[in-house]
């Protein structure tokens, strides 16, 4: 008996943007530059600033006591930083420039399940609930109170964005 495999198939990565623009706009007002606390940061520019420059920067953002360590248009906190550049093999004196932070969030994405979604294993509720796990702007989308942020318990966050949205960007998501 043989067994037929079937391609896995990748995800046409400008079929993303839609997402990605949506998740900016929940977490920092679409802003490379915002931090935790100041969406409308002009004054430190992190697109400037090397991804080992940004580490250092969080390391004493949160040693200064704020609450969150969150960077960037995708706001990504210091410890899934570290481990996108050592699973990803990325060099940290790389600048964190807007095509850095895209790539960082598509790796996000697909951490989340975007390939399982296109190839079927995760129904697209599944994947906007695996999201939100990452952006604590994005709804849960399932479950008892779909429109809360998968961090509401926590005191500070909370969904910025309506289930339906979430879904209709990821319906955009599609194959090579």
Known sequence: MY??????????????????????QGESKSNYNAYFGNPHNTTIDFTSMTINEVLAWQTDYIAQGAASSAVGRYQIIN??????????QID???????????????ALLERRGSIAYINGR??????????SK????????TG???SASYYSHDGLNKALLDPEQVRQAIRFIHAR
Do not use: G, M, N
């Open 3 to 24: 067994r037929t495999f079937t391609k896995e198939q990748t995800v046409d990565p400008a079929s993303y943007r839609p997402l990605l623009d949506l998740i900016a």
């Open 79 to 88: 410890t899934t930083l570290q481990e996108l550049v050592v699973q990803h």
């Open 92 to 106: 940290p004196a790389q600048k964190f420039d807007k095509t850095t932070q895209d790539s960082l969030a598509i």
């Open 122 to 131: 995760l129904t697209l509720d599944q994947f906007a609930a695996e999201l």
């Open 134 to 141: 990452e952006w604590a702007a994005l709804p849960h989308v």
């Open 144 to 146: 008892s109170d779909p």
